[in-house]
């Protein structure tokens, strides 16, 4: 594993990263053509899946128009509690491509998913008393992304029978990244088309999803080569990759991207963008670094202390021993029966919703 990630961090110039991209726009027109099957694309908004769209995008807007036979979706799931600077350059963005699409004669169509309301992040702490997620009960994602978009996918197939799943995911995000992708592959692309490109990008199946095959057309890029393409290339959509560059670095703690100059120096890649509640990091880095770099987002600091508020562990003491039934769990340790606590109280539960409504009209103020 050392040495395929070695592998991946191979240096290539902008000359060499451009003639791939010459052979990569290639495989992703031959692959499209190849059939009938609807291609997905996954879209949050960030780095890799702006890379992976637009060359999709450029890829399809090169082809005769009688050979855009098939529709290409756009999904992104709004989880309701994401990083409002975030969600709102995503619906931005969504608005623009839906524009933009149009303009340009291409099958491409923009899709903003939402979880139902009775899986919604509020409804389940405050309504249900689901205590904060932890790595031990992960009970948020689910319920705010998976389900709302393998609702849309499996629709998809419904109608068409297949469907082919083009995402961002990159191996050298993580070796377990990398192990996860090796471990599903179904053969190469090149293979399948017989070509001569000499990529190594492959086809995988997915683990979730019957009759859905996987595309990363980025799988084998390194982060300073996202960066690379991104500044060097007009979205197509109209939306600025500088704008986009400039909110990773805004989300770095030093307010800093340095130039890559090699495998040794960070990169504006480190940034994550997520739920602003989440509770299953020991810190949001990123709001952090927003709210101390830019003063115009000074006013994001009230939801960080209710993200800050919510991240109490242990948490006994916040916790009822009922479930949400009523029924009582006892469970016995060193021969003596004990309350086994379940959901949040309901005076805490007032508690978050009223600190959530004052300190949203401060934050909106």
């Known amino acids: 594993m050392a040495q395929a990630q070695k592998s991946l961090l191979a240096s290539r110039n902008v000359t060499e990263l451009f003639a791939l991209i010459d052979k990569l726009i290639q495989e992703i027109q031959a692959l499209y053509c190849l059939d009938a099957v609807p291609w997905v694309v996954g879209y949050s908004g960030g780095k890799d899946s702006t890379v992976t769209l637009q060359l999709i995008w ?16 756009v999904i992104t799931t709004d989880t309701l509690v994401e990083n409002p600077i975030v969600s709102f350059w995503v619906s931005k963005s969504l608005e623009q491509m839906k524009l933009a699409a149009e303009e ?6 923009p899709h903003l998913l939402a979880p139902d309301v009775k899986n919604t992040f509020w409804v389940n702490l405050m309504g249900k008393g689901y205590p904060a997620p932890r790595h031990g009960f992960r009970w948020c994602t689910e319920r705010l992304k998976i389900h709302p978009t393998n609702h849309f996918i499996r629709n998809v197939i419904r109608v068409s029978g297949e469907v082919v799943l ?27 088309l017989q070509s001569d490109s000499n990529l190594s990008n492959s086809l995988r199946y997915s683990d979730t999803l019957p009759n859905a095959v996987i595309y990363s057309p980025i799988q084998e890029w390194r982060d300073d080569e996202v960066w690379m393409y991104l500044m060097q290339c007009q979205n197509p959509w109209g939306q600025s990759n500088q704008d986009l560059f400039n909110m990773y670095r805004g989300a770095t703690e030093d307010n800093e991207c340095p130039l890559v100059v090699d495998t040794s ?30 003063e115009d987002k000074e006013w994001l600091q009230p939801l960080l202390d209710i993200r800050n508020e919510l991240d109490v562990h242990p948490d006994r003491h916040r916790r009822d021993f009922r479930r949400l039934r009523g029924k009582v769990q006892l469970f016995e340790r060193e021969r003596k029966r004990r309350k086994n606590y379940s959901k ?14 004052d300190k949203s009209i401060k934050s909106t103020s």
């Open 166 to 192: 083009v995402l961002g995911t990159r191996k050298a995000e993580s070796s377990n990244r990398a192990a996860t992708m090796a471990k599903y592959e179904i053969g190469e692309v090149s293979e399948l």
């Open 265 to 294: 120096t960070p990169s504006c890649g480190d940034s994550r963008f997520g739920c602003w509640v989440c509770t299953l990091v020991n810190k949001d880095k990123s709001m952090e670094a927003m709210i101390q770099n830019d």
């Open 344 to 357: 949040y109280s309901w005076s805490l539960c007032k508690k978050v919703a009223g600190d959530l409504a």
């Open 58 to 73: 450029n890829a399809l807007a090169a082809l005769p128009q009688k050979q855009r036979t098939k529709k290409v979706y």
């Open 104 to 109: 340009q004669n291409l099958p491409i169509e």
